[in-house]
């Protein structure tokens, strides 16, 4: 097993969807400076869906990702800045301007089945002198093979390393353990895994990723993140020192950050709610929940529905135009029931 885990906080990126992308300057300035502080090693800024996601189509974001990014970079001396990229949605000028005002790691993220659109960005993000990440978002939607496939190609454009992403929070213990020890046993690189809370198994899957050999795991402070949120940084903190694994990261100023500078932020608390359950369970995009619940709103039909349509449809991230389009016509089915 191995005896030191590196920790992403993603609260300030992920989180974002839980807030609807409502970041203030001073908000990032103050979790930030507090994550240094009790030594996370790294800290991810951007929109939810990263680097130009502000959009009507993925949410507006309150205060321009940029200006988060060089906040949190002015408050942080041992923490590094990373940034979420998805080709398609962030550019390589975006990229640049990122690293010009303090981002250190690059994310690069695709569908678990198209690594290959994310060569030129990881290429761009070595060049620029970065540590570099392939991120193999909605990884239960590929069989093992498929996901060895597309990390090596990962790996062979010059990631660092390569995550599997858990996006819907769908997938079960034992399938994180088979495909990262495929991962584990194919690549060279570091091994990452990123989780969700939709079905109340983000630790217990962060746990069985740890033990096939995954490194570098993401956690989010007080759980904030897209759906039920993530694997919770200040628990998993706690679990693994318990389980003689060292972070490095203070574990009472990880409490104290979410209680006192974290927990005034949320909207609502992070649970599982029917609709966040039906993520994990339908398999479906975390950061979907919001959209789907203002588009139940708009059509008066339950958002489950919506959800779990979605799901069998296989819809993935950057398609959520096609939840309106779903709402629409389970609400005229239902007028002609």
């Known amino acids: 097993?191995?005896?030191?885990?590196i920790v992403t906080e993603v609260a300030l990126r992920d989180g974002s969807h839980a807030i609807a992308h409502?970041?203030?300057?001073?908000?990032?300035?103050?979790?930030?400076?507090?994550?240094?502080?009790?030594?996370?090693?790294?800290i991810e800024v951007a929109h939810g869906d990263g680097l130009a996601g502000s959009s009507l189509q993925y949410g507006r974001s309150k205060t321009n990702e940029l200006e988060l990014i060089e906040a949190a970079a002015s408050v942080t001396d041992q923490s590094?800045?990373?940034?979420?990229?998805?080709?398609?949605?962030?550019?390589?000028?975006?990229?640049?301007?990122?690293?010009?005002l303090g981002a250190k790691m690059a994310r690069i993220a695709t569908h678990v089945t198209e690594a290959d659109v994310s060569r030129q960005?990881?290429?761009a993000a070595k060049e620029l002198g970065m540590e570099t990440v392939g991120f193999l978002m909605m990884s239960h939607m590929a069989e093992v093979d498929k996901l060895v496939e597309q990390a090596k190609l990962m790996e062979s454009y010059g990631a660092d390393t390569v995550y599997m992403v858990d996006s819907a929070g769908?997938?079960?213990?034992?399938?994180?353990?088979?495909?990262?020890?495929?991962?584990?046993n194919h690549l060279d690189v570091n091994i990452g895994f990123h989780g969700h809370n939709n079905l109340s198994l983000a630790m217990a899957n962060t746990l069985a990723a740890i033990e096939e050999g995954a490194t570098r795991i993401d956690g989010s402070v007080r759980c904030l993140g897209a759906g039920a949120g993530n694997t919770q940084t200040e628990v998993l903190v706690a679990v693994l020192e318990r389980m003689g694994i060292k972070t490095g990261i203070d574990l009472y100023k990880m409490m104290d950050l979410a209680e006192e500078v974290v927990s005034p932020i949320l909207q609502k608390p992070q649970e599982i709610t029917r609709d966040s359950l039906v993520l994990g369970y339908a398999g479906v995009y975390s950061s979907f929940a919001l959209h789907a619940k203002r588009a139940a709103e708009k059509f008066n039909i339950d958002s489950r529905d919506i959800l779990i349509e979605l799901g069998k449809r296989q819809v993935v991230g950057g398609q959520e135009d096609m939840i309106v389009d779903v709402a629409a016509?389970?609400?005229g089915k239902n007028l002609h029931v």
């Open 329 to 331: 016509e389970i609400a």
């Open 1 to 5: 097993m191995a005896k030191k885990i």
């Open 22 to 42: 409502q970041y203030t300057t001073e908000q990032v300035t103050n979790v930030a400076s507090a994550l240094n502080d009790a030594g996370v090693p790294y």
């Open 80 to 100: 590094k800045i990373a940034v979420l990229l998805i080709p398609g949605i962030g550019t390589l000028t975006n990229l640049r301007e990122a690293e010009r």
């Open 121 to 123: 960005h990881i290429l």
């Open 170 to 184: 769908a997938l079960l213990p034992h399938q994180v353990s088979e495909r990262i020890r495929a991962l584990k």
